[in-house]
C-alpha cells in the first residue's frame, strides 16, 4: 500500500484543480492575455503542484520510512531515506 492511498482523494481533487488552472493558462494564452497575468498564474500552478510533491514527500517518509524502520529493516529504511532526500533534491532544483 502506498504511503498515500489514505488521502487519495483529496490529491486526485487537488490535481484536477490544476489541471483546471492549466486549461485557464491556455485561455490566457490564446486570448492574448497581459504577460504578467500569465506569469502570475503560472507561479500559482507551480505552488500548488509544489504543495502536492511536499504532501507527498511528507507521507512517503511518514508512512513508508517511518513502516521500514519499525519493522527493524535499516537497509530498507535506509534505502527509502535516500529515495526521499534524492526527490527533495529534484524539488529544490526545480
Known sequence: ??????????????????EGQ???LQ???DD??????????????????QGVAVGLLDEHVR??????ASAGDAAQANAMVTEAVDAIQRLIRS
Open 1 to 18: 500500500m502506498r504511503g498515500y492511498t489514505m488521502d487519495k482523494d483529496q490529491y486526485l481533487q487537488r490535481l484536477r484543480r490544476i
Open 22 to 24: 492549466v486549461r485557464g
Open 27 to 29: 485561455r490566457l494564452i
Open 32 to 49: 492574448d492575455a497581459y504577460c504578467i497575468d500569465v506569469l502570475t498564474q503560472i507561479a500559482a500552478v507551480t505552488k500548488a503542484l
Open 63 to 68: 508512512h513508508c520510512v517511518a513502516n521500514a
